[in-house]
């Protein structure tokens, strides 16, 4: 490769390769019954999966910043508490996660509820597995995103802090308006691929029986046993998912981008 190539502004081939072969596979699945019926019923399992994963992610970012700050705090109790979060939900693999929420920390919250209130005020069949799976997904990745969040806040000049300071801005001012700002440009590459992860992610919830595209495409497969025509489909609809949120993800970078070098 030449030293001045610059990568990223490369007509996309493989973009319109994919498109073609997309547009391809999808005339080929509505002329095809057994691909048309299948891609009928996982689809309905679209707004499951991306909800799951909407809310999962947004729920981790806000654990995940809270546990950055814990994590830069001048109280050792509060480092050593954020570092031991992290420590162990990223020793943890997500599918054992989800199964320990879903049957082990759900129940026992709902019995210690229960306890405190010397009722029964509320029953583990109350909590929907959909919601437990949420749970679990957020957890799992506040773990990573904690991490992220902290590698950003933490690359943001100390000059501009102690000016900052020096304006008189208290501590959530400097980090509304100066620290956080900042390293948000610095970390959304990455917290766009972890959110493109979350989206793959989701379909682990299929081990609770959560009706999402992966748990449909089982289902369907158990039933007409055409598990090579259910299981394209159901690769077709995620990377329909990945590929489109990855574009528009880098469309939103290259304009934070271009924001950037015009305010400086």
């Known amino acids: 490769m030449a030293p001045n190539a610059e990568p990223e502004k490369d007509f996309p081939w493989w973009l319109v390769i994919l498109v073609i072969t997309g547009l391809w596979l999808f005339y080929e699945m509505l002329s095809d019954d057994v691909y048309k019926s ?109 991490e992220i969040f902290r590698a950003g806040l933490q690359a943001v000049d100390k000059g501009q802090i102690e000016a900052a300071m020096a304006l008189g801005l208290n501590g959530w001012q400097r980090f509304r308006f100066v620290r956080f700002p900042q390293a948000f440009r610095l970390i959304l590459p990455p917290l766009g691929n972890d959110f493109v992860a979350m989206v793959k992610d989701s379909s682990l919830v299929a081990v609770l029986g959560i009706s999402d595209v992966a ?41 934070m981008r271009s924001r950037g070098r015009g305010a400086s």
């Open 215 to 255: 748990q449909l495409a089982k289902v369907t497969a158990a039933g007409n046993f055409r598990y090579f025509e259910t299981y394209n489909v159901a690769a077709f609809l995620y990377l329909v998912m990945t590929i489109g949120l990855s574009l528009v993800l880098r469309r939103f970078e290259a304009r």
């Open 38 to 146: 299948a891609l009928t019923v996982l689809s309905k399992g679209l707004v499951v999966t991306l909800a799951v994963a909407v809310v999962a992610y947004v729920g981790a970012c806000g654990i995940g910043l809270g546990l950055a700050v814990m994590g830069m705090s001048k109280r050792i109790v509060l480092r050593q508490a954020a570092r031991l979060y992290i420590e162990v939900m990223r020793g943890v693999p997500i599918i054992v996660l989800l199964l320990y929420v879903a049957f082990v920390l759900v129940p026992g919250i709902v019995a210690a509820v229960n306890w405190i209130a010397g009722e029964d005020v509320v029953r583990s069949r109350d909590v929907p597995l959909l919601w437990r799976a949420v749970l679990a997904l957020m957890l799992a990745y506040s773990a990573f995103l904690a």
